[in-house]
């Protein structure tokens, strides 16, 4: 049988290897999210840290602070570090701390200097802690159950000292609020079950455990003190690997933020994420990449063959079959995320995430400082 090389062979072709490739990526990742975790250890009362840096936060913490504060664990300390407040986050605190025996404030005065920003916030509070197994949450989030704390410290089973959590995003009304929380589930779902398949590379600092002798193995912050942001996902970039890390993933474990009101604050904080992911090591950065450029080369490849009628229905059937594929993968770990309803947009969210990417990497490269 003659293969001829002609435009039309060479987009099959394509198609072939980029259909193999998104194949690759649900399968052999995406679809262990899909799976129980299995926590053999779990049960056992460890006394935990939760570490919370606020900045200005004050009616955040009126709200969710007590979510947190109020968890059904049995022993355990939650530390706020006031970072450079100057609203009225410390009254908040003081008030707070009559009420809740188990409230400690680490208090930084606003001197009119950025300094590290969270990152020595985070480390106060780190050095404040009494216990050793650290919880990681923000003051704009709030744990979804009452037993946010007893499920992931069910992820220190023996030998792990990382407990990757989950961090979604409100559902709330418009295009935006879509995208954010789309980028938000799509981005867990790389990320714990890269983790699941024995290659972790970041975690949310929304939601994230560590041990204090992980933490001070590393020393801390310092390899990428100089960056503002990095607290979390470079961190455990830094020192995760196949054997010590954990994933935590279900309806119980997960927090939830308040989104950006605007496409202006969202792209912020989507360019401080790839200038923190170019950190990354080089072949995690290659699979990440992967991912995208195959699904780019899959939908172009098979539009211009649809637009020319070539192999219509075959074409037609791969793309539906990838799309129904993705959706029933998608379809346990948006829920979980509190995202099913993106799931039958998934397909159309993530074509316009195509376009979108490639931009905010190149503004991300473009920006000295944010």
């Known amino acids: 049988m003659n293969f001829e090389l002609t435009f039309d062979n060479i ?7 980029a259909g193999f490739l998104q194949l690759f990526y649900y399968l052999f990742f995406f679809l262990r999210l899909s799976f129980k975790d299995k926590n053999k250890d779990a049960g056992k009362i460890l006394s935990v840290s939760v570490v919370i840096a606020a900045r200005n936060e004050e009616s955040n913490l009126v709200e969710l602070l007590p979510l947190i504060l109020e968890q059904n664990y049995e022993k355990f300390e939650v530390i706020v570090v006031n970072d450079r407040s100057w609203d009225e986050s410390l009254d908040v605190l003081l008030a707070f701390d009559q009420k809740y025996n188990h409230l400690r404030i680490v208090d930084i005065p606003d001197v009119g200097k950025d300094g590290f920003a969270k990152k020595m916030a985070l480390t106060l509070g780190i050095k404040a802690a009494k216990y ?70 970041m975690g949310v600092g929304r939601n994230l455990a560590y041990t204090k002798e992980l ?9 990428h003190y100089h960056l503002p942001s990095g607290d979390d996902d470079l961190l455990v970039n830094e020192a995760s690997d ?6 935590v993933f279900n309806e119980k474990a997960v927090t939830m933020s308040v989104p950006k009101k605007n496409f202006k604050a969202w792209k912020w904080q989507k360019i401080r994420h790839f200038t923190t992911g170019g950190m990354y090591k080089r072949y995690q950065i290659i699979l990440l990449s992967l991912y995208p450029f195959s699904l780019a080369l899959f939908y172009v490849s098979a539009g211009i063959l649809l637009s020319k009628e070539v192999y219509f229905n075959e074409i037609l059937i791969a793309v539906s079959v990838r799309i129904l594929l993705q959706m029933l993968i998608f379809y346990k770990p948006f829920k979980i995320m509190r995202s099913r309803d993106l799931v039958l947009l998934s397909p159309i969210l993530e074509i316009i995430f195509i376009f979108i990417n490639p931009l905010l990497i190149l503004s991300s490269r473009k920006s000295k400082q944010f």
């Open 242 to 247: 196949c054997k010590n890390t954990s994933v």
């Open 215 to 223: 933490y001070d193995s590393v020393r801390g912050f310092k390899s």
């Open 132 to 201: 050793d197994y650290l919880l990681f949450t923000d003051a704009d989030c709030k744990p979804v159950s009452e037993h946010w704390i007893s499920e992931m410290v069910k992820g220190f089973t023996k030998g792990k000292r990382i407990v990757l959590g989950a961090g979604g995003y409100i559902r709330q009304k418009g295009l935006l609020n879509k995208l954010i929380r789309f980028d938000a589930s799509f981005i867990a779902v790389q990320y714990l079950s890269f983790a699941k398949a024995g290659l972790p590379y």
């Open 11 to 17: 987009l099959l072709l394509v198609l072939a290897i």
